[in-house]
């Protein structure tokens, strides 16, 4: 079992190890008096896991109701917002209530929104089930759904009061889900520390190690406006894809092409064919057919785009980053030279 402590604002611990969910009623006595509880999780999770949450909650003392939607990207949206949101009003939640999400990105990015929201905010804890929502999205409180202008656009800072992360659940992760994580992992080890390129075999160790990085970006800049923009390298050019591809390309290949295409934009061969080299291992790709014309519109309509400038992260030598902030005619330069 490991713990990691995450010193925002509101500090929370991340615990990983094994057979968390069937003690995850125990864990939320930690920090919650008995309440309501809604479990918010997609078809999918419902299956395999919600039972055995529920009945962790129930024996704890607390109250569960559940709200299960469609898996997809595709379906992180307004109108399943909305729903989640209903059913908290329906069984008449309060601000001193709780929100669970239990899944992977998507439940967790939002759930957490509907929590951030209902009643101008109520908490939330997040028991990821996905790798690449262990080591990334179930910490640091982004929460937000998709638009139909572009990924994340409606969304707010919100951090969890607890994050469990029991590796058992990866037993049932498909291998191509296991390559997202895979994808942050490797992100992860160029921004801020390769060492961790040689950790990939443990689990455990793995995903402690990824999420302290992840909070010594996140901690000091919890609303992303300095170091913490670091994270998204690969992002910019990852999300695009992603978008375009209609969700068909995935978030950890698509941040994976992202990183490759970035890198070579800035004209940073060495690292480029490291990061080629740690990509192919884990049967990760480093280029698609989609170009320029494809992503224009979506590589515009970034949400990092501040006035006339956008901040993008880039890492010259592995292990460090650096944030080169461009013009539009510096931008359009640079994703022409990435993706033409
Ligand atoms: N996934 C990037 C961040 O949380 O800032």
């Known amino acids: 079992m490991r713990e990691v402590l995450i010193n925002t604002n509101n500090p929370y611990t991340v615990y990983i190890g094994q057979d968390l969910l069937s003690k995850c009623g125990e ?39 559940k709200h299960f939607f469609k898996s997809g990207e595709e379906n992180k949206d307004i109108k399943n917002l909305e729903a989640i949101l209903e059913t908290l009003a329906k069984n008449n939640f309060n601000r001193s209530d709780l929100v669970l999400a239990l899944g992977g990105g998507v439940c967790g990015d939002m759930a957490g929104f509907a929590a951030a929201t209902y009643m101008r905010g109520m908490d939330f ?3 990821p089930t996905s790798l690449l ?5 179930s910490v ?45 992992c490797i992100k992860h080890a160029f921004l801020a520390d390769p060492t961790l390129l040689s950790k990939m075999d443990d689990l455990e160790d793995l995903i402690a190690q990824n999420i302290e990085i992840k909070a010594s970006f996140v901690c000091g800049d919890e609303e992303d406006r300095d170091k913490r ?21 995935s978030h950890g290949k698509a941040v994976a092409i992202g990183m490759c295409l ?12 490291q990061l080629k080299a ?15 014309f494809d992503l224009k519109s979506e590589l515009m309509n970034d949400k990092k785009i501040s006035g006339k400038y956008i901040t993008i992260p880039t ?17 359009t330069q640079f994703i022409k030279r990435a993706l033409i």
């Open 140 to 184: 640091g409180g982004k929460t937000a759904v998709n638009l139909s202008s572009g990924k994340n656009l409606f969304g707010a800072f919100h951090q969890p009061k607890m994050v469990l992360c029991d590796i058992d659940t990866l037993k049932t992760l498909p291998e191509e889900e296991m390559k997202n994580g895979y994808a942050e």
């Open 27 to 65: 864990y939320l006595n930690r920090v919650k008096q008995p309440c309501k509880v809604l479990v918010v999780c997609d078809d999918n999770v419902n299956k395999l896991y919600s039972t055995c949450v529920m009945d962790s909650l129930k024996d704890n003392g607390f109250d569960p109701f």
């Open 278 to 292: 740690e990509l192919l291992k884990y049967d990760l790709p480093c280029e698609c057919e989609l170009n320029f």
């Open 229 to 249: 923009t670091a994270l998204n390298f690969g992002h910019t050019i990852g999300h695009a894809i992603e978008r375009a591809s209609g969700f068909e390309i």
């Open 125 to 127: 804890v997040q028991i």
């Open 133 to 137: 929502a262990m080591v990334d999205a």
């Open 315 to 331: 890492v010259e030598s592995i292990g460090s980053y650096q944030l080169i902030t461009m013009d539009e005619a510096e931008y």
């Open 262 to 273: 970035e890198l070579k934009a800035m004209g940073f061969d060495k690292v480029y064919e």
